[in-house]
């Protein structure tokens, strides 16, 4: 198809879906009129029920907690996915690989990087710990933690980094990860109630130790997530690694 | 009107990325197009989940539980479709390399096998 036959059937077919979704906005409530109910139920009962302060993690990880695990796996397979595309490479002569030359680092640059990892890594264990409580939760904390190793090749390039994100240890963890939210669930069931049931003691509201389950799944989202990002992002720094 | 103008933004930006999308000279565009044309759905989400003089679905000392709040469901799913897009978005770089590396070129129009 060419590029002028390319942008009129576009231009056809734009009309149409335009006023197809203008269509379907205009059956909405108005912004700013939520009607409910299923926000104002969870709003209502997710403090004394569940001893959580934060509702949206109360959704994620306990009402909707099954469908969360499924999101966790979405990650899971994804990393895997980027692993195996990109680990082809190992397969194939290593001349048509990109390279790019390690290039010179500014002092500064490598001091501040490591001054600022691990504050960036506590800083994402926070976020995930205080999940039930505060803005936050195993995803961010995850995406916070797993991203900060970069600081680790920014700061003194790909050996520091893969010091760090030995794949021989982070793919066990990732895994594990993975396993321990399905092994919540399953405790629950050998406790007699149904998968994914909020068992544990429920905690005060407000503390760090609080809403049972909610908790101890973030932890899990939180290892689960952070050594994907770890992973993935490793598995495309691979890509620009300078000739040995 | 006024009122519906937030859901008509989430269309336009919806519609921009397919634009974006069509037109694309470059798989890294068309991957970034398709990451707008997701932006779409969390402008839309949290839209419908607003309610005027109403604050964040987490209580605190000043916010005690039940105080005014916008509904936390349509959080929760938009962090879910967050986590989402950026799973699609690493899994489809990782493809566009393969492309490069098999063709040496990001270009779709040279991408053999995906042209209509």
Same mark, same amino acid.
């Not at chain 1, 595309?85 to 002569?93: A, K, Q």
């Not at chain 1, 389950?213 to 993935?232: K, S």
């Not at chain 2, 950026?86 to 978005?89: D, G, I, K, R, W």
């Given at each position: 198809m060419t590029d002028r036959a390319r942008v009129w059937v576009m231009g056809l077919s734009f009309v149409p879906l335009a006023a197809f979704l203008i269509w379907g906005i205009s059956g909405l409530n108005a912004f700013g009129f939520y009607p409910g109910p299923y926000g104002d139920?969870?709003?209502? #009962?997710?403090?004394?029920?569940?001893? +959580?302060?934060?509702?949206?993690?109360?959704?994620?990880?306990?009402?909707?907690?099954?469908?969360?695990?499924?999101?966790?796996? *979405?990650?899971?397979?994804?990393?895997?996915?980027?692993? %195996? #595309?990109?680990?082809?490479?190992?397969?194939?002569? /290593?001349?048509?690989?990109?390279?790019?030359?390690?290039?010179e680092r500014a002092d500064g640059v490598g001091v501040l990087s490591f001054v600022l990892l691990p504050i960036v890594v506590v800083f994402g264990i926070y976020m995930a710990l205080h999940g039930p409580n505060t803005p936050g939760g195993g995803f961010q904390g995850g995406a916070i933690v797993g991203t900060a190793f970069l600081f680790a090749y920014l700061g003194s390039g790909h050996k520091a980094f893969a010091a760090i994100g030995k794949t021989e240890v982070v793919e066990p963890l990732e895994a594990l990860g993975a396993l321990a939210y399905v092994g919540i669930g399953l405790v629950a069931l050998f406790l007699g109630?149904?998968?994914?049931?909020?068992?544990?003691? %429920?905690?005060?509201?407000?503390? %760090?130790?609080?809403?049972?389950? #909610?908790?101890? *799944?973030? #932890?899990?989202?939180?290892?689960?997530?952070?050594?994907?990002?770890?992973? +993935?992002?490793?598995?495309? %720094? /691979?890509?620009?690694?300078?000739?040995? | 009107?006024?009122?519906?103008?937030?859901?008509?933004?989430?269309?336009?930006?919806?519609? @921009? =990325?397919?634009? =974006?999308?069509?037109?694309?000279?470059?798989? @890294?565009?068309?991957?970034?197009?398709?990451?707008?044309?997701?932006?779409?759905?969390?402008?839309?989400?949290?839209?419908? =989940?607003?309610?005027?003089?109403? =604050?964040?679905?987490?209580?605190?000392?000043?916010? !005690? !539980?039940?105080?005014?709040?916008?509904? !936390?469901v349509m959080h929760a799913l938009s962090l879910t479709d967050i986590v989402v897009g950026?799973?699609?978005?690493a899994l489809l770089l990782a493809m566009t390399m393969q492309v490069h590396r098999k063709t040496n070129s990001v270009d779709p129009r040279r991408a053999r096998s995906l042209q209509g």
């Open positions: 139920i969870i709003n209502a #009962i997710g403090d004394w029920q569940r001893h +959580a302060w934060n509702m949206a993690t109360a959704v994620n990880f306990d009402y909707r907690g099954f469908d969360t695990m499924g999101e966790e796996y *979405i990650m899971f397979v994804s990393v895997v996915g980027v692993a %195996l #595309i990109l680990r082809e490479r190992e397969l194939e002569d /290593k001349s048509s690989r990109t390279t790019l030359a390690e290039s109630d149904e998968f994914l049931t909020n068992y544990l003691p %429920l905690g005060t509201a407000g503390n %760090l130790w609080s809403g049972g389950t #909610i908790w101890a *799944i973030n #932890i899990a989202v939180l290892l689960e997530i952070g050594t994907g990002f770890l992973l +993935a992002t490793g598995e495309f %720094l /691979k890509e620009i690694q300078p000739p040995e | 009107m006024i009122l519906y103008l937030p859901y008509a933004v989430a269309v336009w930006v919806f519609l @921009i =990325g397919l634009y =974006g999308l069509v037109t694309t000279r470059n798989f @890294i565009h068309a991957v970034l197009c398709l990451s707008v044309m997701q932006s779409s759905t969390y402008i839309l989400l949290l839209s419908i =989940g607003f309610r005027r003089h109403a =604050g964040a679905p987490i209580w605190s000392q000043t916010t !005690p !539980p039940g105080s005014p709040s916008v509904d !936390p950026a799973t699609v978005m």
